[in-house]
């Protein structure tokens, strides 16, 4: 009896090695180099890996591309020339609002002019200097006055209190207390300030960097 359980022990153990190199070999067949299943495997990474150089590739492109900033670009025609284009289309009114404004960096300026019941606006190449579109409508809030300081002061107070700054916009509000105000933005060390300007004397009334 001790015989045969010892003997089965033995076959036992055999049969254990026996399925276990055969189990090796097929696992050893399955994941070979050459096989089908290891070059799926293999092209699955590959795929993936030439996916992150595409993207790292297009967006390197992309950074390359990239369009510089408006606060950093020049233009050939200034805020007083573009006004002067403005004022002689329009034949009369004075300019209550412009602005430097970049489409697809392409420069312009916006231009309002406040004529008796009607706005007159313009949009000026600030490159050509031509007039790209005009437009007037009647306005309920008009007529409004004159103010004493016409955006023309404006921008040279603006030029010698801020020589080195760009300037992005001017614009004539007249509900502010009490009396009409230039709001006013500039560019300085790439960053914006806010300048509120009396209409009456071009005093500056307040000043702050944009949030």
Excluded: C
Excluded at 2 to 21: D, E, P, R, Y
Excluded at 24 to 50: C, G, H
């Amino acid at each position: 009896m001790k015989q045969l359980t010892k003997k089965s022990l033995m076959i036992g153990i055999i049969a254990i090695i026996v399925i276990a190199a055969g189990g090796y070999a097929i696992a050893n067949e399955l994941f070979d180099r050459d096989s089908p299943m290891e070059e799926k495997v293999e092209t699955i990474f590959d795929d993936e890996a030439d996916d992150v150089d595409d993207d790292h590739l297009e967006s390197k492109n992309d950074t390359q591309k990239a369009d510089p900033s408006p606060q950093t670009q020049t233009v050939k025609v200034d805020f007083n020339s573009a006004m002067k284009t403005a004022l002689a289309e329009a034949k009369t009114g004075f300019v209550t609002d412009i602005e430097l404004g970049f489409d697809n960096n392409q420069p312009h300026y916006e231009i309002e002019i406040a004529d008796n019941n009607m706005q007159k606006s313009y949009i000026v190449d600030a490159n050509s200097g031509q007039i790209i579109s005009s437009k007037v409508e009647n306005e309920d809030d008009y007529p409004i006055s004159e103010p004493k300081q016409k955006i023309t002061d404006v921008i040279t107070l603006i030029n010698k209190n801020y020589p080195e700054a760009q300037l992005k916009d001017i614009s004539l509000d007249t509900d502010y207390p009490n009396q009409m105000v230039y709001e006013v933005t500039i560019i300085t060390d790439n960053l914006e300030k806010e300048l509120t300007l009396s209409a009456d004397d071009a005093t500056i009334l307040s000043e702050k960097f944009d949030d």
